[in-house]
């Protein structure tokens, strides 16, 4: 498949001009056959992406690793995933959106699944830095892929859908993550933490195939989509790009503005946050007591269910009310509010405290992603675009590997959460503010 570009003239005029209503309906139909089963990916990526976090419960004790070893592992997955993200990117840009999500979900669940049978810490690694490389450019890779066949005014509520799978995964995976580790234990001699992997990684590798017959690279190509339904996705992408006006196209001249650097610097410290929350969590709310895995699972769903919340109305407000900035900046302070109070609730002891702080941070800092990712292609497009999308995704994620290495070793170290969470919680705020200092409210997305 040749690489995908917005036509430069007007596409040919349908013989009688199409009601609002058509375009509706047209829209409509590709975002019910397209969202759906990339939600159920994304869904399926990130259960794959943070057991971890719930195996470490067991795991840790059972190979008699320290928090320090976890946090190294559960980090190194963003070395991964920085260094194969953009050319994952350009290779969907090149071959197409089935071929390259059926590789990304098969690599995937297939090393999940390996990480059932790990000893080492230096197997833990190896595998946690291979899920990173294969899950690389999956985010970015869909929300090019949408730019495709949505433009901007009907990608928002789409998009922030499919981002909320991941915290519909944390908050349905929590539970479902301690069942399988009570229910299995010890069938075939293999422990409850080792079956949460096995059980978890099969889905995926079953999604990936799915993916090469589901899709369709472009509207082009679609069968389900009828000559005339193609001509309202070709009209409506090509008067956006006329709308927009002049972009940068060059990727090394979009690299070289300061306003790319601020976008990855943005999402670098809402990304700390967000990685605090979904590898940190569960073993946060433990240390005040709740030690049960059932009831562990059903406290973090709740705490979870607060940031698909997050995600799917602030998404909904953003679009409504057609603004970014505040959306986004008011949605990090929150969050880095709730891990403040989450340190100092962790002082005190407090489970009520705890849970509740850990629950506004969800609901803040997982609620700015889908509303931040409306930001980039404001000023970007064409192969800046391709390649831009997965340069801020895959360089604001070493946040995922720095954040968890932090929070284990000063807990290693002083025996307690709270400190790490309070520096995290100063990042976050970072956000907030760069963003309300940088993003501008029109058409320059970034000053």
């Not at 090394?252 to 979904?278: D, E």
Request: charged content about 10%; some cysteine; hydrophobic content about 55%.
């Amino acid at each position: 498949m040749s690489a995908i570009t917005t036509p430069a003239k007007p596409p040919q005029q349908a013989a009688d001009a199409s009601s609002v209503q058509e375009r509706d309906v047209t829209f409509g139909r590709i975002i019910w056959r397209l969202i759906p089963f990339l939600t159920l990916v994304w869904f399926l990526a990130w259960i794959d992406r943070v057991n971890v976090g719930f195996a470490k419960l067991t795991m840790m004790s059972d190979l008699q690793w320290s928090d320090a070893v976890y946090g190294a592992g559960a980090g190194i997955f963003f070395i991964g995933y920085f260094l194969f993200e953009v050319p994952s990117n350009l290779l969907l840009h090149r071959f197409g959106a089935k071929k390259t999500i059926m590789r990304i979900t098969i690599g995937w669940g297939v090393t999940g699944i390996l990480m059932a049978w790990v000893q080492t810490p230096l197997q833990f690694y190896v595998l946690r830095f291979l899920m990173g490389a294969f899950e690389a450019g999956l985010q970015p890779g869909v929300i090019l892929y949408l730019t495709y066949w949505l433009p901007a005014h009907r990608r928002g509520k789409a998009l922030a859908f499919f981002v909320s799978a991941s915290a519909l995964s944390l908050m349905l995976g929590s539970p479902i993550a301690a069942y399988l580790m009570e229910a299995l234990h010890g069938m075939g001699n293999h422990a409850g933490w080792q079956w949460l992997f096995i059980v978890e990684g099969i889905p995926s590798v079953i999604a990936g195939i799915a993916a090469y017959f589901l899709l369709s690279d472009t509207p082009a190509q679609a069968r389900w989509l009828s000559d005339r339904e193609k001509q309202h996705v070709r009209e409506e992408l090509w008067a956006e790009e006329q709308a927009l006006g002049e972009r940068e196209h060059s990727f090394w001249a979009s690299m070289r503005n300061p306003r790319v650097l601020m976008l990855i610097l943005i999402f670098f410290c809402i990304v700390a946050g967000n990685a605090t929350l979904v590898f940190y969590g569960p073993s946060i709310v433990k240390s005040v007591g709740v030690t049960d895995l059932k009831a562990l699972g059903w406290v973090m769903a709740g705490i979870y269910a607060f940031g698909w919340l997050g995600m799917v109305g602030n998404g909904w407000l953003s679009d409504r009310r057609k603004e970014v900035r505040w959306h986004t900046a008011a949605a990090a302070a929150l969050g880095a509010i709730g891990l403040l109070l989450t340190a100092l609730f962790l002082r005190q002891g407090s489970v009520a405290g705890v849970v509740a702080s850990l629950a506004l941070s969800s609901l803040g800092t997982m609620g700015s992603i889908p509303v931040y990712w409306q930001i980039p292609s404001r000023f970007l497009s064409a192969t800046a675009l391709v390649v831009g999308l997965a340069v801020i995704n895959s360089v604001a994620n070493l946040a995922g590997y720095f954040s968890p290495q932090l929070l284990g070793l000063l807990q290693t170290g002083s025996g307690s959460y709270a400190p790490g969470l309070l520096i995290i919680a100063a990042v976050e705020f970072c956000a907030a503010i760069l963003v309300l200092l940088f993003v501008g409210r029109g058409s320059q997305a970034v000053r």
